[in-house]
C-alpha cells in the first residue's frame, strides 16, 4: 500500500518539496538578515538608552516577505483542497474504487493507509512551514510583542499543524460524503473558513477566563511580554464601567489600551478642577487627583504572555480533535458503502 | 448552447448565488451599523476642526471586516470553480470527443462556454468589490486610505479585473494541463504571484510619481488619501540621503549625515531645541521630501490596473482558442 501511495503522489510530493525548499530559502536569508538588523539596533540603543520606543522608529525585514509570511495563512486549506478532497473522491470518480476495493486489502486497511499517509504529510507540512515562520519573526515578536495577536498566532507555534491536519481530514470527509471532487473543494474551502472565522472570531478569546488588572489612573499599565489584550477602559467607584463616547473634540487624560476619558464624562467637582481654559500640567494633576478621589481607575483585560502556549495548545488540540470526528465519519461512510 | 450551459453550471451559479445573499447579508448589516456610527462622529469631532479628533476611533465590526479582507480571494475561487474544470472537466470526463463532432464548431463551443463565464465571473466579482466599496465608505472618509495596497484592491473595478483574469487563467491552465486538479493548482499559484507582482513592484510606475520638497519650517501638508511611496531628506545638492532604519535617525536619515551643529540641536527633547534643529536643518539647505500618487489619480489607477488584467485576460483566451482549435477531439 505504501508503495502505490508512494507512486499515486510522487509528482504531488515532488512539487510541494521544492515550493518548501524555495520558502525555506527565502525566509532563512532573509531571516538571517532580519536577526543581525534587530542585534544592532539592540546594542545601538543600548548605548543611547533609547529601547523604550524601539517598535516606533524600527522597521524589520521587507514588505514583500512580511506579506508572504501572513500568506502561509492558506497552506492548510491548499493542502485540504489540493491533496485531502481528491483523496477518495478521485478514486470514486474515475472508478477506480471498484479496482481496489475488490483486492486482498481489505477497505479499512487502504483507508488507512492513504489518509495516514496523507495526514501525517499534512501535519509535516503545516509544521515546517509554522517552524519556517517562527523563526523568522523571533526578532518581530521581540520587537513588536504581539506573538499572541489575532493573526500572528495563527501562522506560528503548533496551531498550523492542528489547521493542516483538520483541513485534510475535511478534504478527505467531503470526498468520501460527496464522491466528487470539485464539490469536495468547495466545502474543504468553505467549510474551512467558516470555522477558523468562528473560531478566531469569537471563541480563542474564551478558551481561559482572562485576567482583569485594575492601575490607579496616575500612572499606566500595560500587561507585561506578549499578551493579549481584550479590552481596556475605566471603571467608577462603584466597579462600573465608565461608557465614553466614541469620540469627542474636548481633553482626554488618562491612556488605558490608547483611548483617553474624557473630561466631561468625569464627575462635576472634577471638571470644575480642569477649568475653561486648556489643560496645564498642574490643572491636569488636579483633575486626576480628583477623578482618583472618587474611586475612578482604570482597567485592562488580557490574556497574560505565560499562557501563549497553553492557548496553542488548546487551539491545536481542538483542530486536531475535529479531524479525529472527520477521519471517523469516512472511515463509517468507506466501510459500509458498496463497492 | 446557451441552454446547455445552464444546465451545466446551474449548481455552481445557485451555490455561487446564496454565499453572495450570505455576503451581502452581512456585509449591509454591519455597513449601516458603520455608517450610522460614523454620522453620530461626525456631529461631535467635525465641530472641533477637520476628522483628525475623531482618529483612532474604532469604527466597524470584526465580522464585516474579517469579510472585507476575504473578499480578496473571491477571484480566485472564481478561477477554481468557474475557470479550471471549463475545458479540463469535459477532456477529463470525455464528455470533449462528445461535444466536438455536433454540429455546433468547436470556436463557437467554446465562445459560448467561456463568454457566459466571463460574464458570471465579472458580475460576482463587481457585485462583491461594490458591497466591499459601500461599506467602506465611512473609513474612506475618515482615514482616507483607498488608495493604500490592500485597501484599493477590493475595492472599485478592480476585483472585476482579477475575477475575469482568474477565471481566463483557470480555463487556460485546463486546457493546456487537460486535468482539472493540476489546473486549480496553476491558477492558485499564478494568480497570487501575478497579483502580488504588479501591486508590489509594477503599480507605483503606472504614472511617474509627484515629489515635492518642503522646507522644515513650513507646517506639514496633508497628503490625504494619495498613496504615499517615500519620504525622507534632500541635502543641500538636492540629493536625497542614503536612509537607514538605525535608532540614532530623524525622519528615515541616520543623524550622523546631518551637519554636527543641527545634530546637538535635533537630538535635546525640548520644544525649542527641536525647532532651533528645523531652523538650523534649513539654514543648510536641507529640504523635507514626499514622493506620492495624488488622490485624484485614484480613479486613473483603477482602470489602468483593471486593464492590464483584462488585457491579461484576454491574452489567456487567445492562447486557449488557439490549443482548442488544433487538438485532435
Request: net charge positive; with cysteine; charged share 10%.
Amino acid at each position: 500500500m505504501t508503495w502505490i501511495l508512494w507512486r499515486q503522489y510522487r509528482a504531488q510530493a515532488a512539487i510541494a518539496g521544492a515550493l518548501l525548499a524555495a520558502l525555506a530559502t527565502l525566509l532563512v536569508i532573509t531571516g538571517v538578515q532580519a536577526a543581525s538588523q534587530w542585534h544592532s539596533a539592540l546594542a545601538a540603543c543600548a548605548a543611547s538608552h533609547t529601547c523604550g520606543n524601539l517598535s516606533n522608529t524600527l522597521f524589520l525585514g521587507s514588505h514583500t516577505v512580511g506579506f508572504l509570511v501572513i500568506m502561509t495563512l492558506g497552506v492548510p486549506v491548499v493542502v485540504g483542497m489540493l491533496l485531502g478532497a481528491p483523496l477518495l473522491a478521485h478514486e470514486f470518480e474515475a472508478g477506480t474504487s471498484q479496482f481496489a476495493w475488490t483486492q486482498s486489502i481489505t477497505r479499512r486497511r487502504w483507508l488507512a493507509a492513504k489518509a495516514g499517509w496523507l495526514l501525517l504529510a499534512a501535519a509535516a507540512m503545516g509544521g515546517v512551514v509554522s517552524g519556517l515562520v517562527t523563526w523568522w519573526s523571533g526578532p518581530n515578536n521581540a520587537l513588536q510583542a504581539n506573538a499572541f495577536n489575532p493573526g500572528r498566532f495563527d501562522i506560528m507555534g503548533i496551531a498550523p499543524v492542528g489547521y493542516a491536519v483538520f483541513a485534510a481530514a475535511l478534504g478527505i470527509t467531503a470526498g468520501a460524503l460527496l464522491r466528487r471532487t470539485l464539490p469536495a473543494i468547495g466545502l474543504t474551502l468553505a467549510g474551512f473558513v467558516a470555522l477558523r472565522v468562528v473560531i478566531f472570531s469569537w471563541l480563542r478569546a474564551h478558551f481561559m477566563t482572562p485576567v482583569t488588572s485594575y492601575f490607579p489612573l496616575s500612572r499606566g499599565f500595560t500587561p507585561a511580554g506578549s499578551a493579549w489584550q481584550l479590552a481596556a477602559g475605566y471603571v467608577g467607584a462603584n466597579g462600573q464601567p465608565i461608557s465614553i463616547p466614541q469620540s469627542t473634540n474636548g481633553a482626554v487624560m488618562g491612556n488605558a489600551g490608547g483611548a483617553g476619558i474624557p473630561i466631561s464624562s468625569l464627575p462635576a467637582p472634577c471638571q470644575s478642577a480642569a477649568g475653561n481654559g486648556p489643560l496645564t500640567r498642574a490643572t491636569y494633576d488636579a483633575v486626576v487627583s480628583c477623578a482618583q478621589a472618587h474611586g475612578i481607575r482604570g482597567y485592562v483585560t488580557y490574556q497574560p504572555a505565560g499562557r501563549y502556549w497553553a492557548f496553542q495548545g488548546i487551539e491545536a488540540g481542538i483542530f486536531v480533535l475535529l479531524a479525529a470526528a472527520l477521519i471517523a465519519v469516512t472511515f463509517a461512510v468507506i466501510t459500509r458503502r458498496d463497492a | 448552447m446557451t441552454w446547455l450551459v445552464w444546465r451545466q453550471y446551474r449548481l455552481q451559479a445557485a451555490a455561487a448565488a446564496v454565499l453572495l445573499a450570505g455576503f451581502a447579508a452581512v456585509m449591509v448589516v454591519s455597513g449601516l451599523q458603520m455608517a450610522s456610527q460614523w454620522h453620530a462622529m461626525l456631529g461631535t469631532c467635525t465641530t472641533g476642526g477637520g476628522h483628525s479628533s475623531c482618529e483612532g476611533a474604532p469604527l466597524g465590526s470584526t465580522i464585516g471586516h474579517d469579510f472585507e479582507v476575504l473578499s480578496v480571494m473571491v477571484p480566485a475561487v472564481l478561477g477554481i470553480f468557474f475557470g479550471a474544470p471549463l475545458v479540463a472537466h469535459e477532456l477529463e470526463s470525455g464528455t470533449s470527443q462528445y461535444a466536438w463532432t455536433q454540429t455546433i464548431t468547436r470556436t463557437r463551443w467554446l465562445t459560448v462556454k467561456a463568454g457566459w463565464l466571463l460574464l458570471a465571473a465579472a458580475v460576482w466579482g463587481g457585485a462583491v468589490a461594490a458591497l466591499v466599496t459601500w461599506w467602506s465608505g465611512p473609513r474612506n472618509a475618515l482615514y482616507g486610505n483607498q488608495f493604500q495596497p490592500n485597501y484599493f484592491d477590493v475595492q472599485g473595478i478592480v476585483p472585476v479585473g482579477y475575477a475575469v483574469f482568474a477565471t481566463a487563467l483557470g480555463i487556460a491552465a485546463g486546457t493546456l494541463l487537460r486535468r482539472t486538479l493540476p489546473a486549480i493548482a496553476v491558477v492558485i499559484g499564478v494568480f497570487i504571484g501575478v497579483r502580488l507582482f504588479i501591486s508590489d513592484v509594477v503599480r507605483q510606475h503606472y504614472i511617474p510619481a509627484v515629489t515635492s520638497h518642503m522646507s522644515f519650517l513650513s507646517t506639514p501638508g496633508t497628503l490625504a488619501r494619495s498613496w504615499d511611496l517615500a519620504s525622507g531628506i534632500t541635502g543641500p545638492n538636492g540629493q536625497p540621503l542614503p536612509q537607514s532604519s538605525s535608532v540614532n535617525s530623524f525622519n528615515g536619515v541616520p543623524l550622523a549625515s546631518l551637519p554636527h551643529a543641527c545634530q546637538v540641536l535635533i537630538g535635546q527633547a525640548s520644544r525649542q531645541a527641536m525647532v532651533a534643529g528645523d531652523r538650523c536643518l534649513d539654514a543648510a539647505g536641507y529640504r523635507v521630501y514626499d514622493v506620492y500618487q495624488p488622490a485624484n489619480r485614484y480613479w486613473a489607477f483603477q482602470g489602468i490596473e483593471t486593464g492590464v488584467f483584462v488585457a491579461l485576460a484576454a491574452v489567456l483566451l487567445a492562447i486557449t482558442y488557439a490549443v482548442v482549435r488544433r487538438r485532435d477531439a
